[in-house]
């Protein structure tokens, strides 16, 4: 079974910086798709950010600008790194991969960010 572990969340000033892993325990160098979505209280799931194996990237438009997702295959491991934070950033944020059907089948447990206003 494959297994996502985040880390690197945590509580932060608005304005500031975070930059959350996701390691695999597997190889992720033929997994086309990784991702992050975030769970906010009281709202739905939303994909913030995925990256292909040939490292095209997609974002969601509120993080545009500010959060850069990369992967290291050697390392088996995702990141993101989240610059500018607003308090409408705070959620459980989720690492995702091998994506089928526009959904992905690998789900982390996730990582609190709070960001404070």
């Known amino acids: 079974q494959v297994q996502l572990v985040e880390s690197g969340g945590g509580l932060v000033q608005a304005g500031g910086s975070l930059r959350l892993s996701c390691a695999a325990s597997?190889?992720?160098?033929?997994?086309?798709?990784m991702g992050w979505y975030r769970q906010a209280p009281g709202k739905q799931r939303e994909l913030v950010a995925f990256?292909?194996?040939?490292?095209?990237?997609w974002y969601t438009d509120s993080v545009k600008g500010r959060f850069t997702i990369s992967r290291d295959n050697a390392k088996n491991t995702l990141y993101l790194q989240m610059n500018s934070l607003k308090s409408e950033d705070t959620a459980v944020y989720l690492c995702?991969?091998?994506?089928?059907?526009?959904?992905?089948?690998?789900w982390g447990q996730g990582t609190q960010v709070t960001v404070s206003s």
């Open positions: 995702t991969g091998d994506y089928y059907g526009g959904a992905p089948r690998w």
């Open positions: 597997v190889s992720i160098f033929s997994i086309n798709t």
């Open positions: 990256i292909t194996r040939v490292d095209d990237t």
